[in-house]
């Protein structure tokens, strides 16, 4: 956990837009539940132990978690939807933004974001969309 307080409040904040949008993301196609939640999880590591437990015990986004932190993996089903949506965002990204440098930043990102996700084994058994 991290010792300064005005850091450990933005790293909360994130960590709750983050939870915020992995929990859309369950229900909305569109948006990856999985990297939002694992984002979610890092940050409330380093900000708030009540709000990392909170996470876990969600009935919706602690399976997430879990299955992350026990090393069970990602369902293939969620991973294909994560790197769908991460690749059409960051098209849409990369036409709004223009400047080359910056693409260039971001396609290295999502490349390496990418590489994370393909690499992490699948869960077989009781499959969490």
Known sequence: MVNNKVLRLILAFFGIISAVLGGIGVFLPVLPTTPFV???GLLFSFSSE???GWLEQNRVL???LKHYRKGTGIPKKAKAKALITLWIGMG???YIVGKLPLI???ATIATVVS?????IKPKHVGVVN
């Open 38 to 40: 694992l984002l979610s």
């Open 50 to 52: 009540r709000l990392g």
């Open 62 to 64: 602690g399976p997430y």
């Open 92 to 94: 849409i990204t990369f």
């Open 104 to 106: 260039i930043m971001l």
């Open 115 to 119: 590489i994370h996700i393909i690499t």
